[in-house]
């Protein structure tokens, strides 16, 4: 097999047995489970409240006008989907932590330990390193997005919400996003401890800045990628937006990955 | 063909924000390892010994000067499939079972699929490490983990094998399966470059060898060639009470018995002296023998032995 490939599938076995990222992971699935259970709940509780005040006679609702029965109706599900952004919002913010986990510690864990000598005193360039390290840490990043998305599926069919053509992006742009802050925590993990290097990524990509703060012209936006953000605001996304958008992400993941070689590259092993 | 070659080789740390003050590591090293030879390299702690091995394979960039091994430079990554190579802390992807580590290290070697389970097998019989081929390496103890070390770095089937303090977590009987292992990689020609503390074991294998401090090369040679120009000692039959008063001004160690007297000299310049002396005072040299060093002789004369202890 190629050496990037090997380094890539040893990647998500070491990846697989840190018992942290494992736990993480399933913490993350379980709390998505356990939101989604908590909001299908309240909005049950809620379309039962509304239809016990339509049908009672004696309940403010029934001297409503049609119109304001809309309204009230509408609000409702305002509500609701509010909730399900919520859920989507722990859903991908749960990712967001795993992934810089899995980014960050990729390489720096093998610097740190010293098994990096072993791997780069064979015939293994530094690039074919970082590649088989990143593409490993993509692997495992799927398969959490693959289930991740799965619950979300599950939690829409549970509210027994159509699903909205813009939602079918979520879990692909949820992915782009979280690569493109993984090539981010990679690269910072190259110059500093991954825990730090975690705690900057985090704060210049979940929204700590704004267009009134100057960062916001100087770092990368993941905004777009926050697909519960359009769907909230109801600007929904066509398949041509979603494209440009991978494109962006698939540009900005190489850029950084080029700056992390050159750091990789310079970088002292000792 | 030269299986390691540097040419003023050096190596400065430090300088950054965090280390203002450079610490040289390594100053001008001009080395050459022949093909087919064990070649021991000594030196005290903070010798400059890690950091050449680090240069050897491109860890880091030297300073100033050059670098190649089996005649291509160390940046050269498929140089390193002829190569073997054993850190001194033997720190290996624990999360796997014996056998399966050597063939994710044999994969990335490069052997061939056909030939991995073969040399595998293999391997973890020189190393002894066979009852444990499918045991999890984090349950190894230090001194299986550094023989599975020695098992990886011989995977490729090298031609030039380096070995950092290789033996520093042995046992007496690992140490002498090691030393048995390196006299049969002497006999396939393979070359060995083995930095060590343990005088002995690299006095008992080594063809030739380089003594090391402060980043500065002392003395590079075989055994024999660093043990001339030792203490050289003289047995006279007559000596001339003159001989006698100038033999003390010289510094010589002399020693007088009834059946003659032994002159001890310290090192081949003070012998000279010594023999230009007796001729002129009528002393009969009866026998001269040099003195055989031990290899810690010859590293404690090459290394400024007090400056060391006093670090």
Known sequence: ?270 | MAAITTRNLSKTYGGGLRDPGDTVALAGLDLEVHEGEVFGFLGPNGAGKTTTINLLLNFTQPTAGEAFVLDRPVADSQVRSRMGYMPESVNLHDYYRGRKLLEFYAGLAGVAQELRAERIDRLLRLVNLEDAADKRVSKYSKGMAQRMGLAQALLGDPDLLILDEPTASLDPVGRKEFRDILQELKRQGKTVFISSHILSEVESVCDRVAIVQKGVLKRIGTLQELSTGGPTVFRVRTLPAPAIEALATLGAELTIAREGATIRCADEAMAQAVTQLLAQHGGQIVQAESETQSLEQIFLTAIDAKDEARK
């Open chain 1, 1 to 270: 097999m190629n050496r990037t490939l090997l380094i890539a599938a040893d990647s998500i076995r070491a990846l697989l047995h840190k018992r942290l990222l494992v736990g993480l992971m399933v913490a993350s699935i379980a709390l998505t489970v356990v939101v989604s259970m908590m909001f299908s709940t309240a909005r049950e509780s809620m379309t039962e409240s509304f239809a016990v005040q339509i049908d009672d006679p004696k309940s403010p609702t029934a001297k409503m006008t049609e119109k304001e029965k809309r309204q009230f109706k509408e609000s409702m599900e305002e509500a609701s989907f509010g909730f399900q952004m919520g859920f989507y919002f722990v859903a991908s913010f749960g990712g967001t932590i795993v992934a810089l986990f899995i980014f960050s510690t990729a390489i720096s864990s093998e610097i740190r330990s010293g098994t990096i000598r072993v791997t780069l005193a064979k015939p293994v360039s530094r690039t074919q390193f970082l590649v088989g390290k990143y593409l490993g840490a993509v692997a495992v990043m799927a398969a959490y997005t693959a289930v991740a998305s799965i619950a979300m599926v599950a939690f829409t069919h549970t509210q027994r919400i159509e699903l909205s053509p813009a939602l079918t992006y979520v879990p692909w742009l949820m992915f782009w996003k979280h690569l493109m802050l993984g090539a981010v925590a990679m690269l910072l993990s190259l110059f500093m401890h991954p825990i730090v290097a975690s705690a900057i990524t985090l704060f210049t990509g979940n929204g700590f800045y704004s267009d009134r703060n100057p960062l916001y012209y100087l770092l990368p936006s993941y905004g777009d990628f926050d697909l519960y953000r359009e769907v909230f605001s109801g600007t929904l996304m066509d398949v041509a937006d979603v494209g440009w958008l991978t494109l962006y992400a698939i540009d900005f993941v190489v850029v950084m990955l080029l700056l992390a070689l050159w750091r990789l590259r310079k970088k002292e092993i000792v």
